[in-house]
């Protein structure tokens, strides 16, 4: 059964840091790409950052050179380090993979950023 579990939302002031992580089980971690995606009250569902099972990454134009993916194979966890957060990042950061299998989601972790 595939489980992917994120943590590390809260609460932050403009400008202010968080990290995400999300732990995978179940899966072959290092063969899969990796993804963030976010939700914002009102909002579609919109991909954040996303990293190869290579390392390749990649971001939204919104969240670049402020937001850093990156995966740790060893431990199956994959991080989404927010730096310079504004108040249009509040949202629900989800996890999420896939293959031929299926699309795998985590429950999400509430992001709020506010002074």
């Known amino acids: 059964q595939v489980q992917l579990v994120e943590s590390g939302g809260g609460l932050a002031q403009p400008g202010g840091s968080l990290r995400l992580s999300c732990a995978a089980s179940?899966?072959?971690?290092?063969?899969?790409?990796m993804y963030w995606y976010r939700q914002a009250p009102g909002k579609q569902r919109e991909l954040v950052a996303g990293?190869?099972?290579?390392?390749?990454?990649n971001y939204a134009d919104s969240v670049k050179g402020r937001f850093t993916i990156s995966r740790d194979n060893a431990k199956n966890t994959v991080y989404l380090q927010l730096n310079s957060l504004k108040p249009e990042d509040t949202a629900v950061y989800y996890c999420?993979?896939?293959?031929?299998?299926?699309?795998?989601w985590g429950q999400g972790t509430q992001v709020t950023v506010s002074s």
């Open positions: 999420n993979t896939g293959g031929t299998g299926g699309s795998y």
């Open positions: 179940g899966i072959i971690f290092r063969i899969y790409d």
């Open positions: 990293i190869t099972a290579e390392g390749r990454t």
